[in-house]
């Protein structure tokens, strides 16, 4: 035989070993994947500073630092390495430090870095917690927030926190809604706007009397907040001064003089939700992401450009009938933005007073945190996942395309593991409408075959499954123990224009059900691997009310998986935080519609559950309140049917603690394996 013969078969053999040698992912593999996020370019173009995030499985708890990386490409190298939490660095304006908020002193503060070398000062010495630091353009001045009560310094603030902390009665009063959300209860302060003097660290509270919060709780950040390019001013996110929160989604942009003084609202003719407002490089023009109709938290995001000294508007993307999730000026002309686009994150490019349609380039998986790069041709830096890869960052020409990879964090991780892409695929829905999924492989994929289905159901139900690899709901961790997975982006979902988001609204068991239903049928025919014998459903919030209703309307699935999911709405309608939400889903509150809500109910139909059903809930959500997931349970068990409880006293909406996403897996694998293998 000869020596190229035996070459290549020894190619073949160590080929097929290393792909033998891949193995299905664990929850402990899931806990490892390293967090890379925040990418942020220094004003030379050159370097790019990041958060990783990483669980130590031995301390049980998690850590953040920040690392750099040429842009040009090059080894990363890590910039902090001091116990606690590093998070959301910032350049100076001149490229010489970089701001961050740190944990190492034990609460969270501003703290500084010398890029040339030495030890982090610390900036901010408040006795409370604080976050989002931005610089001013010419880096005098920091801004950023924190929770204090209205009226009260941030001692003060610290003062009455002991006093309640150490009182030995722990009632709470309240005359108004909204008393608790997500997963907090009111505790009376608000997060205020502060500046504080990078030469003196001192710090002032800009809006002291503002009795909302800036930026709206709980999932704004500091792209809510922005200083004028001459530094003189401060645009903010904020909710209106009304005692009417449980029931509007009205957020607002204000301005208040950097030295302190009267906000003024720049956008009170609008209802609907403001937010995530900027300056162009020259200060002519403002930009800002609005939603119309007041109500709708769901509405289309609408990326606005105005001339400050006209008022005209001089750009809307709201033809392009997508949604912004984030933006970035490019120059005084253009921008860069992030728009949620047919089960992926696209890029899109706006170019002011252009009359052409706006450019979107669809860039395969999920790209965020995107960063246009000072002083290129419009190259781009991103953080970009897949269903079989978790997030790196990637430097990508203007339109996204040509993506080379930055870092590799994750890569010794995933070479061990056998993950499988995500494939999209289309088909019919209700009214013969075009609707997509997506499946997902098991590991070690024979086509000859037969593979159990797992069919997930995503949750809002204003959301959508994409391309992307995401620390919960995650595809491969379903599909390890051999599942094929199948997932629907149904009515209801975002990225595929407004007019199919909207249509599940006072319709969540209509053409949504016909679109899962439909879309299952549509996989179990084109794939034959698919086991149709063996099927199990699972999801989250709108996915659980979804497999709840699953449960009282058809007998396919072999096991269900109901994840804070709603159970009787007129129940959850008295005990949700966001009233916005119910009256605009279900067309007003109970007593104006009572009809619908007990047609959607799933608890109108307990009567004719069979499946066996894991309920999970924790004590914590205060969205879908766990008396819901409790509710299915008592009915599951007064009924008969095998079924599961599953209660964290310290969870919320999402399962988040490292310890309690081990149990939940396990908990949810355990039930699959018992009722499909």
Not at 318 to 338: C, F, H, M, P, T
Not at 396 to 410: F, I, Q, R, V
Not at 563 to 573: E, I, N, P, R
Request: hydrophobic content about 35%; some cysteine.
């Amino acid at each position: 035989m000869s020596r190229l013969v035996i070459g290549l078969l020894g190619l073949l053999m160590m080929t097929t070993s290393t792909h033998a040698a891949k193995r299905p992912m664990t929850v402990e593999d899931l806990l490892a994947v390293k967090g890379v996020a925040d990418p942020q370019v220094s004003p030379d173009g050159k370097l790019v500073v990041y958060q990783v995030s990483e669980y130590d499985p031995k301390a049980g708890k998690a850590q953040s630092d920040l690392w750099l990386v040429p842009v040009a490409g090059g080894p990363s190298r890590r910039l902090t390495t001091a116990a606690g939490n590093d998070t959301h660095p910032r350049w100076s304006p001149d490229g010489k430090s970089i701001s961050f908020t740190s944990t190492r002193g034990g609460s969270a503060q501003v703290w500084l870095i010398e890029i040339a070398g030495g030890e982090a000062r610390q900036l901010t010495k408040l006795p409370i917690d604080v976050s989002g630091p931005i610089w001013s353009p010419k880096g005098e001045n920091i801004a950023f927030v924190a929770e204090v009560y209205p009226g009260k310094t941030p001692a003060e603030t610290a003062d009455k926190d002991k006093e309640k902390e150490e009182s030995k009665s722990k009632a709470r009063v309240y005359d108004h809604l909204m008393i608790r959300h997500w997963a907090s209860w009111d505790e009376g302060k608000k997060s205020h706007l502060f500046v504080v003097d990078v030469a003196t660290g001192e710090a002032k509270d800009l809006t002291p009397k503002l009795t909302s919060n800036t930026p709206p709780a709980p999932f704004g950040g500091s792209n809510d907040y922005a200083f004028s390019p001459d530094g003189k001013t401060l645009v903010f996110t904020a909710e209106p001064a009304t005692k009417d929160f449980a029931w509007i989604t009205n957020n607002d942009v204000w301005s208040v003089p950097v030295g302190g003084g009267e906000f003024k609202n720049l956008t009170a003719d609008n209802l609907g939700a403001d937010s995530q407002p900027s300056f162009s490089p020259d200060g002519k023009l403002f930009a800002w992401v609005s939603q119309a109709r007041g109500g709708f938290e769901a509405d289309q995001s609408v990326l606005k450009v105005r001339n400050i000294d006209t008022g005209s508007i001089l750009l809307s993307s709201k033809s392009q009938d997508r949604s912004i999730q984030s933006y970035a000026w490019e120059s005084n002309e253009s921008l860069i933005g992030v728009i949620d686009h047919q089960g992926g994150q696209s890029i899109s490019r706006y170019t002011i007073g252009a009359t052409t349609d706006h450019e979107i380039k669809l860039v395969g998986g999920a790209n965020t945190g995107v960063q246009p790069v000072t002083g290129s041709k419009g190259d781009l830096v991103l953080v970009k996942s897949s269903a079989n890869r978790p997030a790196e960052l990637y430097l990508s020409k203007a339109d996204g395309s040509e993506p080379k990879a930055l870092t590799s964090h994750n890569d010794e991780l995933v070479s061990g593991l056998d993950l499988t892409k995500a494939e999209g695929f289309e088909f019919q829905g209700a009214n013969g409408d075009k609707v997509s999924g997506w499946l997902i492989k098991p590991p070690g994929f024979e086509p000859t075959k037969k593979y159990p289905v797992v069919f997930m159901i995503h949750g809002g139900p204003q959301g959508a499954w994409h391309d992307e690899w995401v620390a919960r709901w995650n595809y491969a961790m379903f599909a390890a123990p051999g599942y094929a997975v199948v997932a629907i982006n149904p009515r209801g979902s975002t990225g595929y224009g407004q007019k199919f988001t909207d249509q599940i609204s006072q319709d969540w068991n209509g053409k949504v059900y016909t679109d899962l239903m439909s879309g299952l049928n549509f996989a179990l025919k084109t794939y034959p691997f698919l086991d149709e014998s063996k099927m199990a459903a699972a999801g989250g919030s709108y996915g659980g009310y979804m497999v709840n209703w699953i449960a009282g309307h058809s007998n396919r699935f072999k096991a269900l998986i109901s994840h804070a999911g709603v159970f009787d709405l007129t129940s959850m309608y008295g005990t949700t935080e966001e009233l916005w939400f119910a009256e605009w889903e279900f067309g007003g509150p109970p007593w104006k519609n009572n009809a619908l809500y007990k047609k959607l109910s799933p608890s109108e139909f307990a009567e004719n559950f069979k499946t066996p059903t894991l309920v999970i809930h924790g004590a914590l959500d205060f969205r879908v309140p766990d008396a819901q997931g409790l509710g299915m349970f008592t009915c599951m068990q007064r009924m008969g049917v095998p079924s599961r409880y599953v209660w964290f006293p310290d969870e919320g909406h999402w399962i988040l603690k490292p310890a309690n996403r081990i149990v939940w897996w396990s908990e949810m694998q355990g039930w699959l394996k018992t009722y499909l293998k």
